[in-house]
Nanobody
């Protein structure tokens, strides 16, 4: 089993910053990608940022230039630095990790339980 522990969510005023973290644990052989998604009430879940094992990153247009995704391979942890936050960034943010288990080299696609980010105006 691969478990993800998310932290860093909370309430912040517009223009402020938050840093989310996602720590993966379990019998992990390797991680191929770590992603951050978000879902606001009444809206579809969307990909916010992604980072591959090689360090390539992708961002949603709405957060480009404001958010930065990074990873610490030694800790199996991903981070999402969120700056210049706007009320429209309010959502539940979910960590998603894809990789390979040590046992029988089985692939996995694991999701965190989500952390609430609320940006007030």
């Amino acid at each position: 089993q691969v478990q993800l522990v998310e932290s860093g969510g909370g309430l912040v005023q517009a223009g402020g910053s938050l840093r989310l973290s996602c720590a993966a644990s379990g019998n992990i052989f390797g991680i191929n990608a770590m992603n951050w998604y978000r879902q606001a009430p009444g809206k579809q879940r969307e990909l916010v940022a992604a980072i591959t094992s090689g360090g390539s990153t992708n961002y949603a247009d709405s957060v480009k230039g404001r958010f930065t995704i990074s990873r610490d391979n030694a800790k199996n942890t991903a981070y999402l630095q969120m700056n210049s936050l706007r009320p429209e960034d309010t959502a539940v943010y979910y960590c998603n990790v894809r990789g390979i288990m040590e046992v029988r080299a089985t692939s996995f696609n694991s999701w965190g339980r989500g952390t609430q980010v609320t940006v007030s105006s």
